[in-house]
């Protein structure tokens, strides 16, 4: 899968409950700086990024690609979550082919604890098996970040393996939308 099928993009804004997924605008780089430079943010995902080097490189208007929403409250970012390819150089195939994708998110410290992430990836998840049917998203994290794991089986991952990289045991799951 190279592409996220026939996806539309963008698309108009999915709304939640208390929330809105749509696409990065302009006003939306200085959440993107703070959510990537953050040290609390980024504990199991190798430490946070320079905020000096994401001042410089971040575009005016980050994350613009398929799949990639910014997670809106209350008219404010809190974070981001994205449904896109699977790298083909990532460890772990659900199909043969490798046609499956991954998801992702980011919230910010603030955010965490109130189920924005639950509520969020429910809806990239809804959006992603409406626009690519049947195809499976797998999600990486450490099995040392409690929420995510639990987070992981609020949504209805499986576990697909264990593996060891970067000094910490890591946790592969699938999820697979109903057909």
């Not at 040290?39 to 190798?46: I, K, Q, R």
Request: proline share 6%; net charge negative.
């Amino acid at each position: 899968m190279t592409e996220l099928g026939t996806a539309a993009w963008p698309v108009d804004p999915i709304r939640t409950e208390r929330l809105v997924l749509r696409e990065s605008e302009a006003g939306d780089r200085v959440t993107f700086v703070e959510l990537l430079s953050s040290p609390e943010v980024h504990t199991y995902l190798g430490g946070p990024q320079s905020r000096a080097e994401l001042e410089r490189s971040v575009p005016e208007t980050p994350g613009r690609r398929t799949g990639h929403f910014v997670i809106e409250r209350d008219g404010a970012m809190i974070g981001t979550v994205e449904v896109s390819r699977h790298e083909a150089e990532r460890r772990g195939r659900v199909r043969p082919d490798g046609g499956e994708a991954e998801l992702g998110y980011l919230l910010l410290p603030e955010a965490w604890g109130r189920g924005y992430a639950a509520e969020a990836c429910t809806a990239a998840l809804g959006w992603f098996a409406r626009a690519c049917p049947g195809v499976p998203v797998v999600l990486y994290t450490q099995t040392a970040n409690h929420r995510s794991m639990r987070l992981a089986a609020k949504l209805g991952f499986t576990e697909l393996e264990r593996f060891q990289k970067w000094d910490a045991e890591q946790w592969m799951g699938v999820w697979k939308p109903a057909t």
